[in-house]
């Protein structure tokens, strides 16, 4: 798996299924006006289906490419001074530049990326032995993972442009709470 910036994939985007469907969210659209107790049916799943991908290859997209998944991942544990932190989360900025932001404190600390894999299953995978797989090399503080937020692009810039949701990642960097 490839982790990348949001704009460098962009060009791969296009119109993507997000477009046109903000209407359909609410009541008022076409799709959104059902009789109570009717279910809504799930766009990932196909009708009748087992909830397995049936898109080209298998990839997560129709046209057989990964999708962008925007990660929040949180850590916790005991206190370490914010030297030590900051100087840990540095490096792993260094090592795996597709890092977009990063907040700490004594405690806790929060990382923000862009993970480039086929599915959300995927995405998580990897944000998950984040922390542990670079605790060492990077000089991370002994904490666990306590949180873990993985969303697909679109939803990420629907919360931004309904005004809820994580700001957007800036200024990149590695930032105190």
Known sequence: MRR???????????????????????????????????????????????????????????????????????????????????????????????LLTSRYAVDHAEIRYWEEARDLHDAAAVALRLWGEHRRSAGLPPWEIVGLEVIDRETYHQRIAEGYGPPPATPVGIHPF
């Open 4 to 98: 990348v910036r949001p704009g460098a994939a962009a060009s791969r985007s296009g119109t993507g299924r997000g477009s046109g469907q903000g209407a359909d969210r609410g009541t008022g659209g076409a799709r959104g006006a059902r009789a109570d107790g009717e279910e809504r049916p799930l766009s990932s799943v196909p009708a009748g289906g087992t909830g397995a991908d049936t898109t080209a290859g298998g990839r997560g997209t129709p046209d057989g490419l990964p999708r962008l998944w925007h990660v929040t991942l949180c850590v916790s544990g005991g206190e370490v001074p914010l030297t030590e932190v900051r100087r840990g989360l540095e490096q792993l900025a260094h090592d795996h530049p597709f």
